[in-house]
Nanobody
Framework: QVQLVESGGGLVQAGGSLRLSCVVS????????INWFRQAPGKEREFVAT????????YYADSVKGRFTASRDNAKNTFYLQMNSLKPEDTGVYYC???????????????WGKGTLVTISS
């Protein structure tokens, strides 16, 4: 069973930056991509970014393009989401998810982390 643990969430003012981390363990060979999602209360979980396991390709939601960057530590099973120019609307619980197949819908994910809360103040 693949396990994912997010960290790095917190409170930051609008315009600030935050970097989230996702540590992945177990059965890494079966994972083709690590995805980031976020969810605010009363809102659907929405796709944020995808990075292939190798870190060689990324894909972003339009809402975060130019502000967020997904990456990985090449020597570790650790993935990052660098978030810059944060806005209040970026507030929510951020999740990393491992997928065995290509896709950006929550249903395409095979394993989920428990999430880390990101709060952006005005």
């Amino acid at each position: 069973q693949v396990q994912l643990v997010e960290s790095g969430g917190g409170l930051v003012q609008a315009g600030g930056s935050l970097r989230l981390s996702c540590v992945v363990s177990e059965r890494t060979a079966s994972i083709v991509a690590i995805n980031w999602f976020r969810q605010a209360p009363g809102k659907e979980r929405e796709f944020v970014a995808t990075i292939t396991w190798s870190g060689r390709a990324t894909y972003y939601a339009d809402s975060v393009k130019g502000r967020f960057t997904a990456s990985r530590d090449n020597a570790k099973n650790t993935f990052y989401l660098q978030m810059n120019s944060l806005k209040p609307e970026d507030t929510g619980v951020y999740y990393c998810a491992a997928a065995k197949r290509v896709g950006t819908e929550p249903r395409a994910m095979d394993f989920w982390g428990k999430g880390t809360l990101v709060t952006i103040s005005s």
